[in-house]
């Protein structure tokens, strides 16, 4: 593998980072808001901490897993027709 070629895995995976980190950053309080305004008074448990962590962390690395991964097989092409079609 080229370092061209590892240099636009890496920057295209890297892009990605930024929307799912955005997500999660405002997903959990979003989550936590609904809950809260749909309960309606009643007790409803709450996952402990840990798991929310781990599912945030999760998120984050199975996006840049999977766009590693997209972002592999499409630099199979030539460099020039996968910076042309972004």
Request: charged residues 10%; hydrophobic residues 50%; positive net charge.
């Amino acid at each position: 593998m080229t370092s061209q070629r590892r240099q636009v895995i890496a920057s295209l995976a890297s892009v990605q980072l930024v929307p799912a980190i955005a997500g999660v950053l405002i997903g959990i309080p979003a989550g936590h808001a609904l809950v809260s305004a749909v309960r309606h008074g009643e007790t409803l448990p709450w996952p402990p901490g840990g798991w929310v962590t781990v599912a945030a962390i999760g998120t984050v690395l199975v996006v840049t897993g999977l766009t590693t991964i997209a972002a592999a097989l499409s630099t199979r092409r030539p460099m020039t027709e996968v910076l042309s079609s972004e």
